[in-house]
């Protein structure tokens, strides 16, 4: 009886897990099918942000990363996915989504950098990259950002 008793919460808590897991999948796909489909983006002047994208080749293997950083504003809950227009078969840097979110608070010195890796000998020059940030403000206003990176 106490086994059973003990094997009952374990297999509570590992259905809650797989839930929890599957939640996260459902948002990932979400916000991914979203920002592939935008086509209406923020301009770099009105984001209450900083932003630097970074790219580089080493080999086969192609690095890049956007930090977002210097908010104008105190950003909290801050959920972010970053894609691209190449195929690949592994999923796009997240912030907020497989893991905690974020916050990056005005003049704290913090940011947010999401990475990722093309593998690809190919010239991706003209490939594009897009954001999707959103957090929620000190008045607790929802905001939702769909920002087309610029290179360069």
Do not use: W
């Not at 809650?16 to 920002?35: A, H, I, M, P, R």
């Not at 991706?124 to 990259?129: P, T």
């Amino acid at each position: 009886m106490k086994k059973v008793l003990l094997i009952i919460p374990l297999v509570l808590l590992l259905i809650g897990c797989s839930n929890k897991v599957e939640d996260d999948k459902f948002s990932y796909l979400e916000y991914k099918k979203n920002l592939e489909k935008q086509e209406d983006f923020i301009n770099n002047d009105e984001l209450d942000f900083n932003t630097f994208f970074d790219i580089e080749r080493d080999g086969d293997k192609i690095n890049y990363s956007l930090t977002i950083d210097n908010p104008k504003i105190d950003m909290h809950n801050v959920k972010a996915i970053l894609i691209h227009n190449y195929p690949i078969e592994d999923t796009y840097p997240t912030v907020g989504i497989f893991n905690e979110t974020k916050e990056i608070l005005f003049n704290s010195g913090n940011s947010i950098k999401l990475e990722g890796t093309i593998l690809s000998s190919d010239d991706i020059s003209d490939v594009k990259f897009k954001l999707y940030l959103e957090y929620t403000t000190d008045e607790d206003e929802k905001e939702e950002i769909y920002y087309e990176v610029q290179r360069g």
